[in-house]
């Protein structure tokens, strides 16, 4: 869960704790997502994360991907 945070987090400009982990085609597969659907979701706790999951039916095809081998972790 965390690492979907990271991620999101390199993207916007903010620290993340796993963000070496990341690939750049990950952060841009979800940005699009974050910034529509979780733009005013505080960062910090898997906050982010929690609000693309939630969001899973309305994200894109590479996002969803991102998010589900994400949580399967």
Known sequence: MRLVF????????LSGGMAAAQTTAEREACMPDYQKYCSGVAPGG????????????????????VVE???AK
Do not use: E, T, V
């Not at 990271?6 to 400009?13: D, N, P, Q, S, V």
């Open 6 to 13: 990271g991620l999101l987090a390199i993207g916007i400009g």
């Open 46 to 65: 898997g906050r982010i994360f929690g609000c693309l999951a939630k969001q899973l039916d309305q994200l894109s095809p590479a996002c969803k991907k």
């Open 69 to 71: 081998a994400h949580a």
